[in-house]
């Protein structure tokens, strides 16, 4: 099945340093979804966006719907160890079949105290 | 509490056998999902259902089988047919209400065949 490209593959940062990871797609999305896995556990849905251009912030936490509908970012400011953990990206087709959701392979994000 | 339970969280088997991992919400979700999640790699979507009765194949639904006889229970059975069945799996539901489709997921099943 398709997959959604999305760098970086992983990263290590300092505490407090900010953090940027992307998606990519080569067919348009009508919605895009930001997830957050800890180890051992669920994807928890961090931000959910539905409109191109869209800005929608969670805390520390923003997103974009990019214009062409084909993109979409995560930014994370001010970095804590509790942000460990895989941030996974999702796209749905705008002509989805049963609502399937297009995953990215997850950008794993280290946190150095 | 609303939300999504898998049972049992860690099971063990042994090769040949059938296994059967449980999923249910209290969410009124109209749809249920079913995914495999392997070390270091994303989700894929086994199986899917978008109302009770009904339910079609992922990307990887074969040897795998899954059941709706009702709207808040979606089990997943891992057949003997599957050759690599080690693996975290992960239900999910959504309410497929108009454009808002946004997934939820459960806690996970780590399958272990030895």
């Known amino acids: 099945g398709q997959q959604l490209n999305q760098s970086p593959q992983s990263m290590f940062i300092q505490e407090g340093e900010d953090v940027s990871m992307n998606c990519t797609s080569s067919?348009?999305?009508?919605?895009w979804l930001w997830y957050k896995q800890d180890p051992g556990e669920g994807p928890v849905l961090l931000i959910a966006l539905y409109k191109a251009g869209e800005l929608t912030s969670n805390g520390r936490l923003t997103a974009q719907f990019g214009i062409t509908r084909k993109d979409s970012f995560l930014n994370i400011s001010a970095s804590i160890p509790s942000d460990v953990g895989i941030y996974f990206c999702?796209?749905?087709?705008?002509?989805?079949?049963?609502?399937?959701?297009?995953f990215g392979q997850g950008t794993e994000l280290s946190v150095k105290p | 509490d609303g939300g999504i339970t898998q049972s049992p969280k860690y099971l063990f088997r042994k090769e040949g056998q059938n296994v059967t991992l449980s999923c249910e919400q209290n969410l009124n979700h109209d749809a249920m999902y079913w995914y495999r999640q392997d070390p270091g790699q994303g989700l894929r979507l086994i199986y899917y259902s978008q109302i009770v009765n009904d339910f079609q194949k992922g990307d990887i639904a074969e040897g795998y089988s899954v059941s709706r006889e009702k709207k808040e229970s979606f089990p997943l059975t891992v057949t003997s047919a599957q050759k690599n069945p080690t693996a975290f799996y992960l239900c999910?539901?959504?309410?497929?209400?108009?454009?808002?489709?946004?997934?939820?997921f459960g806690p996970g099943t780590r399958l272990t065949v030895l």
């Open positions: 067919s348009i999305f009508n919605t």
């Open positions: 999910a539901s959504s309410p497929l209400a108009g454009s808002y489709n946004e997934q939820f």
């Open positions: 999702a796209g749905l087709h705008f002509y989805n079949q049963g609502g399937k959701l297009i």
